[in-house]
Structure formats: C-alpha cells, structure tokens
C-alpha cells in the first residue's frame, strides 16, 4: 500500500505558489541541485536547478499575468501528480512568436519525485498544441 503523509502534497503548493507569484528564487531552492526535467520533445533527461529556472523564466516573458490553477494534486510514496490549468495573456515572445495580446488556457500533467524536502525530479506534460494554436497567428487568406 502506498504511503501518504501530506507534507509532499504541502511542498508542491508551495511551490505551485511561489511559481504564481513569481518568485523564481523561491522555487529554485526548492530543488534539489541535482534536480532532473524530463520534458517532451526531449529524448534525455535535462539536468540541474537553471533548466528548470530558464523554463519558468521563458513562461513568464511570454505570459507575464501567468495565472495557476491545481485542479487535482495527490501522493503515493514519494510521488506526487498534478493536473493544472495555466491561464495568462501572450504579452511577450514564447517560442518564438511575438506577442498577440491574446488570451490563453491550456493544461499539464505533472509528476515529481520529493527526496527529503525538495522536489528532485519532475515529468511534465504540458498541452503545447492548444498553447500554441492560441498564439499562433491566423493564417493569410488564400494560403
């Protein structure tokens, strides 16, 4: 049977928090130096406490008003998974594409792996396709 003591639980909204507000230093030190990104798209694993800050840093270029809502978050042994919806307004560059001053909404998946009292390793699976169809811009008549 899988345990479950609430303070991972406790560490992820943290975190989730901290995310919202902005504070990326805060969330930095809440992982671990050796802390692993498994992103998709990626075949390795990427490595280390800046890939994670260069993700978060280019969210909030792109969506500076990035809103978080958890909609599900629960733990099993050192588990914890997360289902969250991102909202914001594309008000910077992300991925590329100028700002549109669009609204956007869109989902993730999201594991961790908790050693001690921080986050070690994460499994992230962010609905990019209906990100990016919301900011991409609107095709040319007759193209």
Not at 48 to 67: K, N, S, T, V, Y
Not at 89 to 105: A, K, M, W
């Amino acid at each position: 049977m899988p345990t479950v003591n609430g303070k991972n639980l406790a560490l992820l909204r943290t975190a989730y928090k901290a995310l919202e507000l902005g504070d990326l230093d805060t969330c930095v030190e809440m992982l671990t130096e050796n802390f692993i990104a498994n992103v998709p798209g990626v075949n390795d694993p990427l490595h280390g406490r800046a890939i994670w800050r260069h993700g978060a840093e280019a969210m909030w270029e792109g969506f500076p008003d990035l809103q978080i809502d958890v909609e599900d978050m629960f733990e099993a042994d050192d588990k914890v998974a997360v289902r969250i919806r991102f909202r914001g307004t594309h008000r910077g560059t992300f991925q590329g594409i100028p700002p549109t001053d669009r609204q956007v909404s869109f989902r993730s998946v999201e594991i961790y792996r908790i050693e001690g009292d921080r986050i070690a390793e994460e499994w992230v699976a962010p609905d990019m396709l209906t990100l990016m169809q919301q900011i991409s811009p609107a095709p040319v008549a007759g193209q």
